[in-house]
């Protein structure tokens, strides 16, 4: 198992956003979630710091609440974390991709969708760009 990897990510993100079959926010909003982008994984984890938290005890600790008051620094610490482990190679970078992409496979799967829908790819190429630039009239062209 690998960073970010362990089980409960998976079991989380598919009871949260693939639990409802076709009606699923991970299916409905299928552009926002293919593939899990890292602010999900970086609230999962700081939810199951919060949950390790009321548990640390022994007993449940009741009376605190789950808020961005007091939880938006080890969400951030998880953001950073996740871009820390992309910037550190490109072996771990793709390992992420990979990761993500698995993740919102198994939810899909999960929801009861098991084709799962080409990643929708929005940057243009140079090309693509340098024909849509040539068509462009400089402001000065129409003077």
């Not at 951030?76 to 390992?95: D, V």
């Not at 992409?101 to 098991?114: D, M, T």
């Amino acid at each position: 198992m690998g960073m970010y990897e362990h089980p409960i990510l998976q079991d989380v993100i598919n009871a949260q956003w693939f639990s409802k079959k076709k009606k699923s926010d991970g299916i409905v909003f299928g552009a926002s979630f293919n593939p899990i982008p890292d602010p999900v994984i970086a609230l999962v984890f700081t939810a199951v710091e919060y949950a390790i938290t009321q548990w640390a005890s022994g007993l449940l600790v009741s009376g605190s609440q789950f808020s961005e008051a007091d939880y938006h620094d080890v969400y951030k610490r998880h953001l950073n974390g996740l871009e820390q482990w992309r910037n550190f190679s490109t072996r771990t970078a793709q390992a992420l991709a990979r990761h993500q992409q698995r993740l919102y496979s198994y939810g899909r799967s999960r929801a009861g969708f098991h084709n799962v829908p080409e990643r929708v790819n929005s940057r243009f190429d140079n090309a693509k760009l340098a024909r849509a630039a040539a068509v462009i009239r400089d402001a000065s062209d129409e003077e």
